[in-house]
């Protein structure tokens, strides 16, 4: 394992996750230096070439990383036997499975408390451990439209739009890590661990957020908006003489700029957009006066000249163009690593920087049971009985 002194070092992770937002959750602790195991099937049981469709494809190499790999058949006793002495010194288990599956296997977090009273079970479901969708298969545009978030994304009366990520699967393993780590705060004064659970359906509620509480709070159902910001006017996408500008001028002060910046006493003593109020109710019009002005700048221009007039503003940019950008080159968002079976390539990167460490770098996904002989040695496995295992495929 390479070496990596990190903040998250002294914590074991057991990584039992699949596809997406379990190993979304790992990859906060592996990134952190946690000394993160990831269990899988072996080949002989689970012919599948895993998320993605490659394991040597981006998907599964960039969430993948800063683990090591060991193949267990969870299905043989003897193979539970292992993996519950593994569970003895971890810290943490992490698992997506269908909320029956940890019982069937017998490793549902009672299972692993008789073993362990500290350790700390995370499981993330499609729809929660209970209740009447319980034991439906989960998928990240599922719970996009069962969450609310197809119905208030495109544009108005285009009918649904899924949103251009996995934004269930990603905030239902960031919930899920954050809720790993109050539960080993916790765990500092009790002794004791916690069973965590979240859901791509809960983390996509959640994430409603504002547009959530319009709902619960006013009783406001939101509609679809478009490149307009629901409730602040102007916030949304204008035509510049070579493409298109994101511009947020909502609020008075904002507003006030944004009118001086174009010169036009037409627009700024227009009686129907003399407030927030006003301007949201009269968007439309709104946008078009100031789309007049807009087309008659390049994007470049006009964005520099909102900068400086302090009106915020940016480019709507292609991928290529992200990780072209200069300030993005400047906090150096990529995350080097150096495969020995698929060469050097970057990843994306944590999205937090702390003063005193940096992520675990140059550590790639292994491949499947790469670790395992050297994981087993380190739990008290002789060669021959690592061999026994191998001849009944219990890994």
């Not at 511009?247 to 227009?270: H, K, P, T, V």
């Not at 709507?316 to 080159?329: C, E, G, H, K, L």
Request: glycine fraction near 10%; include cysteine; proline fraction near 6%.
């Amino acid at each position: 394992m390479t070496e990596y002194n990190g903040p998250l070092s002294r914590f074991t992770v057991l990584d039992l996750t699949r596809v997406r937002s379990g190993p979304t959750a790992v990859r906060q602790f592996a990134d952190w230096g946690a000394n993160v195991i990831k269990i899988e099937a072996p080949e002989a049981v689970d012919t599948g070439k895993g998320m993605g469709g490659a394991r040597g494809g981006p998907d599964f190499q960039s969430i993948h990383r800063n683990k090591r790999s060991l193949t267990l058949n969870l299905k043989e006793p003897e193979a539970r036997d292992i993996f519950f002495k593994m569970v003895e010194t971890a810290d943490v288990v992490v698992e997506n499975f269908r909320p029956d599956v940890k019982d069937r296997l017998g490793i549902a977090y009672e299972d692993l408390r008789k073993i362990n009273k500290g350790i700390v079970l995370l499981s993330i479901s499609g729809f929660g451990q209970d209740g009447p969708y319980a034991k439906r298969p989960g998928f990240d545009q599922i719970a996009q439209g069962m969450g609310g978030l197809m119905s208030i994304t495109g544009l108005p009366g285009q009918g649904p739009v899924r949103a251009g990520i996995p934004v269930a699967d990603l905030t239902a393993g960031m919930y899920g890590a954050m809720g790993v780590m109050v539960a080993l705060l916790e765990r500092e004064a009790s002794g004791e661990g916690q069973w965590v659970q979240t859901s791509l359906l809960q983390a996509m509620v959640a994430m409603l957020d504002f547009q959530a509480a319009r709902y619960l709070v006013k009783g406001e159902v939101a509609p679809q908006a478009g490149n307009n910001h629901p409730t602040s006017i102007p916030t949304g996408v204008f035509k510049t003489s070579d493409g298109y500008i994101n511009i947020a001028a909502a609020g008075d002060q904002m507003w006030d700029r944004i009118c001086d910046l174009f010169g036009d006493d037409e627009i700024s003593n227009n009686p129907d957009f003399q407030s927030g109020e006003l301007r949201s109710k009269n968007r439309d019009a709104v946008n078009a006066a100031l789309e007049k002005h807009t087309v008659t700048y390049t994007s470049e221009g006009l964005i520099d000249a909102l900068n400086q007039a302090g009106v915020p503003c940016g480019p709507i940019n292609s991928i290529d163009q992200v990780f072209a950008d200069p300030q993005v080159n400047h906090m150096n968002l990529r995350h080097p690593v150096d495969s020995k079976h698929h060469g050097k390539m970057d990843l994306l990167p944590q999205a937090i920087k702390l003063n005193r460490f940096e992520p675990r770098y140059g550590m790639a996904t292994p491949e499947r049971g790469e670790h395992t002989d050297d994981i087993l040695r380190e739990y008290g496995y002789s060669d021959e009985q690592i061999a026994a295992f191998r001849e009944k495929v219990v890994i």
